[in-house]
């Protein structure tokens, strides 16, 4: 059997992600980028915090600069050799939440590959929440 050399890596959680999005995506990888994500820029300002007791405000112990930061969605891309070996590589990770990957991308990236950024789309919104349902099905309506 033929194999693929593009994998594409979709979540049901972003029914609404447009194809161009997708186009983009492969595009990416058969231009020779092994890991590609698309994102869109962070808008709100982000505080990263420290531990603190059960019940007790955490402290905030940096700002990282927005500019930098990029909220990352699905379809995700991947030449097909770059997913398996680090899928083969860190099959055992998952084990340890401290080195859990959360997505294939960051699999790739916590096994050493580079990972590139295209555009993503405000239409590929996550629906995970009651609210985020909501909003999915006005933008249906439209």
Do not use: N, Y
Not at 23 to 47: E, Q, S
């Amino acid at each position: 059997m033929p194999q693929a050399d593009v994998v594409v890596v979709h979540d049901a959680a972003r029914a609404l992600t447009p194809p161009e999005v997708t186009c983009r995506v492969i595009a990416a990888v058969r231009a020779g980028h092994k890991a590609v994500v698309p994102a869109l820029p962070v808008t709100d300002t982000v505080k990263e915090v420290g531990v603190s007791a059960a019940g007790q405000p955490e402290p905030v112990v940096a700002t990282p600069r927005r500019t930098r930061l990029r909220a990352v969605q699905t379809p995700q891309g991947f030449e097909t050799g770059t997913l398996e070996a680090a899928h083969r590589a860190g099959a055992g990770r998952a084990e340890d939440e401290a080195l859990a990957a959360s997505d294939d991308a960051g699999l790739v990236e916590a096994c050493g590959g580079s990972v590139v950024v295209v555009a993503g789309d405000e239409r590929a919104m996550k629906v995970t929440t009651p609210m985020d349902l909501a909003l999915a099905e006005l933008l249906l309506e439209r």
